[in-house]
């Protein structure tokens, strides 16, 4: 119950533009701010030394550039762009050629034609550095044009691109059915957006219960799956299935946040599981950070500590 107010409440702030624009004016200043333990910095520089931390330990990464919801075909442009020199550059550095985009930043409020273009873009850019582009799945109003335009682009030759599904969705078995037969790659969570019950699981046990079932699902038919969670009950189940299934620790990956549970991210490295973190980075950073903070509600007296004692400091 304190977990669903929670993630209610901060799915709010997390669409606030006027808190939003507040937050940009301080931006990630300070490395010791809470929100640097979620988020790498507002620039590709700071992913890129997040990551080579990371990859010092054995693990490896995926680059996210935070964004969403633009509105104008110039700001898409402008996302394209960033993720292409943001490419080069992570080129460059010599760490992980992975990236993670959500489509809306690529022009999919606008019209989905816009957005095929623009993801061709990338993948083109992608696919010349030997990168490899996850497609994050958005609110429940996104995910019919997600698939479809992931379908698109698979259909066309892309084979350098997956796409993410959440269990909290009642829909996601066919979702995960229709991407297993392209072959493409999944990428498995739980959802941090607020739902419509129509539409989505409200109940833990149910989200977390749909959760085995499609974990069973890819690691019997999936193509790499990714088992994205920090649930130590996820990851035990995530464990049995795949011996019950023969699936080998090199054939599927766990992920998880950077900054999130990295007690399991070590534990499991040591394991011998592949680890993989999401290194979120950008100046769109603060709706981000508010859904990670209604994910974990003892976050939230961390980040009230840390705003009193910045204030103090001011």
């Known amino acids: 119950m304190i977990q669903a107010v929670a993630r209610a ?13 507040a937050a940009s004016r301080y931006g990630l200043r300070r490395r010791d701010s809470f929100a640097r333990r979620f988020i790498a910095g507002e620039s590709v520089a700071d992913a890129i030394e997040a990551a080579r931390a990371l990859e010092a330990q054995g693990l490896t990464v995926t680059l996210d550039l935070l964004g969403e919801s633009v509105a104008a075909r110039d700001a898409a442009l402008r996302a394209v762009e960033q993720y292409i020199a943001s490419m080069a ?16 930043q690529l022009g999919l409020t606008i019209d989905r034609a816009t957005t095929v273009d623009n993801l061709r873009r990338v993948l083109d850019a992608a696919a010349a550095d030997d990168f490899f582009v996850r497609i994050d799945m958005e609110n429940s109003p996104y995910t019919d044009a997600t698939l479809d335009t992931f379908e ?34 999944v ?4 959802g941090a957006y607020r739902e419509p019950g129509e539409v989505a699981y409200r109940r833990k046990a ?109």
């Open 152 to 185: 698109t682009v698979w259909g066309i030759g892309y084979k350098n691109v997956g796409v993410v599904i959440q269990s909290a969705l009642r829909r996601s078995e066919q979702d995960i059915r229709r991407v297993n037969r392209l072959g493409g790659r």
């Open 89 to 104: 550059q992570i080129a460059r550095a010599g760490v992980g050629r992975n990236i993670s985009l959500k489509l809306t």
């Open 206 to 314: 149910d989200v977390d219960a749909a959760f085995i079932d499609l974990m069973t699902l890819l690691f019997k038919e999936g193509t790499y799956p990714a088992i994205a969670t920090h649930d130590p009950a996820m990851i035990d189940a995530a464990r049995r299935i795949a011996r019950e299934t023969g699936v080998t620790p090199d054939r599927f990956e766990f992920q998880m946040l950077y900054g999130v549970r990295r007690d399991l991210q070590t534990a499991l490295h040591r394991d011998g599981y592949r680890m993989r973190i999401y290194v979120p980075f950008g100046s769109e950073w603060f709706p981000y950070f508010m859904r990670r903070l209604g994910e974990r509600p003892a976050n939230v007296g961390f980040v009230i500590k840390s705003v009193l004692q910045e204030k103090r400091s001011l």
């Open 9 to 21: 409440a901060f799915s709010v702030l997390a669409d606030s533009q006027s808190l939003k624009r």
């Open 187 to 190: 990428r498995l969570v739980k």
